[in-house]
């Protein structure tokens, strides 16, 4: 069965860092794109970030460029996220998913605030 479980959210102070890990099982992990997304209450989930199976193809929302940085360990099955000049309207629920896998972990909460 698939699992993905998204760890390492929190409360940050404007300009903190974080760094976000997805642990990823159930499927070939090394075989699939993997991408960040997040989401805040009543809105749509925003794509944030995304990596392809062998970690190239990198790219990024605007609002995450220069900021965060996509990285992945095919040898642990795990993705991350490291976030850094954190801002308030970072905050969001960051969710990882597997390109073509139509499953979602729980995500964690980021919440950036003074």
């Known amino acids: 069965q698939v699992q993905l479980v998204e760890s390492g959210g929190g409360l940050v102070q404007p300009g903190g860092s974080l760094r976000l890990s997805c642990a990823a099982s159930?499927?070939?992990?090394?075989?699939?794109?993997m991408r960040w997304y997040r989401q805040t209450p009543g809105k749509e989930r925003e794509l944030v970030a995304a990596?392809?199976?062998?970690?190239?193809?990198?790219n990024y929302a605007d609002s995450a460029k220069g900021r965060f940085t996509v990285s992945r360990d095919n040898a642990k099955n795990t993705v991350y996220l490291q976030m850094n000049s954190l801002k308030p309207e970072d905050t969001a629920v960051y969710y990882c998913k597997a390109v073509g896998i139509g499953y979602w972990g729980q995500g964690t909460q980021v919440t950036v605030s003074p």
């Open positions: 159930g499927f070939t992990f090394s075989r699939y794109a």
């Open positions: 990596s392809g199976s062998a970690g190239g193809s990198i």
